[in-house]
């Protein structure tokens, strides 16, 4: 997993930046909405599968962090706690959409996908790696709420058990029985999807 | 969960002790279990592979441009106002002035200060609030808020009935601050008898007091 992806580092300058922030200097936010804003971002996307509004959500998510910050005690890691109001503003969109599938994120109906080419692979590999993550985009947008948000919060944004259930407000044990069940539906999903393990 | 499962998924994670990745080995010797273990490990890959979409530029200003103005309180800017660096430029006036203040402040002082001199104004603003808690069983208990940047153990409250009754008292500026509760420094407990609660972002509640200018004593 990248390393990026990982909430691991701790960042001693948050208590500090949140305290000028709290004293109504609104450009220090700016350090931690850079800081966290791909997460809060990919986070959202993965969980609504429209990119479009998971940049409005993510953006809201933000400012309501930024609005709750004098109840922002200090239990977690800042970037749980903003996961957190990230992953409720999820939910509230999905319970609204009143469907779990929000899928069609492009006017074709397709997911959107990173345009890059990654270096050192050849057009045809691209085009693999973004069918591929076309297909697992699809599977996550099947898998109920419930276990959709512990996967993505697992093993695409990297967080232990702990974080995650920290996120869901649960138990990590419970967090880790709800991954698990998650990637074996995922894995169902993605083999009617006809996807086979030597496409890896 | 069956046996197998459990361990795989701290076999994923490396959480197993020694004598359970002996036993999930044993495990492995049936093949369906050696499907699954790949299955999962395979599916673990893939997610972990996904790439990140590309935000917009701007996304940080739009952030900012949509954020209240938070007014800051009166002592912080003061204390700005104090710090801020300043060039000061001097000509001939400015200095006869200064040697002015500074001569006549002394007679000043004495006068205001003598025997005749009546004190006159309001005192500072502060409210003592009393904090109080049930807590049968507890061994401490301390009052953490935003009044004190949610610092465990700074301000404990003392049982001086012996009865589990909690109290401590608190000297606050005129505002709005959230608290909580916090037994023998893990439990996080809400004021039950708080004249307000609102949401801490992680589904609980922190309670609410409002320090009013006219408030003089309170109990909390």
């Known amino acids: 997993m990248p390393a990026d992806r990982r909430l ?30 791909e997460l809060v971002h990919d986070l959202v996307y993965r969980m609504i599968g429209d990119a479009v509004r998971a940049e409005d959500i993510a953006q809201d998510a933000f400012v309501k962090a930024y609005l709750s910050l004098r109840d922002f005690r200090g239990e977690s890691r800042f970037s749980t706690w903003l996961c957190r109001i990230a992953m409720n503003r999820c939910k509230d969109t999905l319970r609204r959409a009143r469907r779990e599938i929000l899928m069609p994120g492009g006017a074709d109906g397709e997911p959107h996908l990173p345009d890059s080419v990654d270096e050192g692979q050849t057009p045809a590999a691209t085009l693999e790696r973004r069918e591929r993550e076309a297909v697992l985009q699809r599977a996550l947008a099947r898998l109920p709420v419930k276990y959709r948000d512990a996967v993505v919060l697992r093993h695409i944004e990297g967080m232990d058990f702990r974080a995650v259930g920290s996120v869901l407000g649960i138990a990590a044990g419970a967090a880790k029985v709800r991954t698990f069940r998650g990637r074996k539906m995922l894995r169902k999903l993605l083999e009617r999807e006809g996807f086979r393990d030597d496409a890896i | 969960m069956t046996r197998f499962e459990e361990l795989l998924e701290g076999h994923l994670t490396g959480e197993l002790a020694p004598e359970e990745e002996r036993e999930f080995a044993t495990l492995l010797a049936q093949e369906e279990n050696r499907r699954t273990l790949a299955a999962h490990q395979n599916t673990a890959i893939l997610l972990e592979g996904m790439g990140r979409l590309p935000l917009s530029p701007s996304f940080t200003e739009e952030v900012l441009a949509r954020l209240p103005e938070r007014r800051s309180p009166a002592w912080a800017k003061l204390w700005g106002i104090l710090w801020a660096t300043r060039a000061l430029r001097w000509n001939l006036a400015s200095a006869v002035a200064l040697s002015l203040v500074l001569a006549v402040t002394p007679l000043v002082w004495r006068a205001l200060t003598g025997p005749s001199a009546i004190l006159t104004g309001r005192h500072p603003a502060v409210t003592v609030i009393r904090f109080t808690l049930h807590a049968p069983g ?24 012996g009865q589990g009754y909690f109290s401590g008292v608190l000297p606050l500026k005129p505002g709005r601050y959230a608290y909580m509760f916090v037994i023998d420094g893990t439990k996080w407990v809400t004021d039950p008898g708080a004249e307000g609660h609102r949401d801490d972002g992680f589904g609980n509640k922190n309670a609410v007091v409002t320090v009013n200018e006219t408030q003089q004593v309170d109990d909390t």
Not at chain 1, 13 to 29: F, H, P, V
Not at chain 2, 141 to 153: A, C, E, I, K, Y
Request: net charge negative; with cysteine.
């Open chain 1, 8 to 37: 691991g580092s701790d960042h001693a300058d948050e208590n500090a930046i949140i305290a000028q922030c709290l004293a109504g200097d609104r450009k220090s936010y700016a350090v931690l909405v850079e800081r966290y804003k």
């Open chain 2, 138 to 161: 507890a061994e401490r208990v301390s009052l953490v808020g935003d009044f004190n940047g949610w610092r465990l153990d700074e301000i404990s409250l003392s049982d001086t009935t």
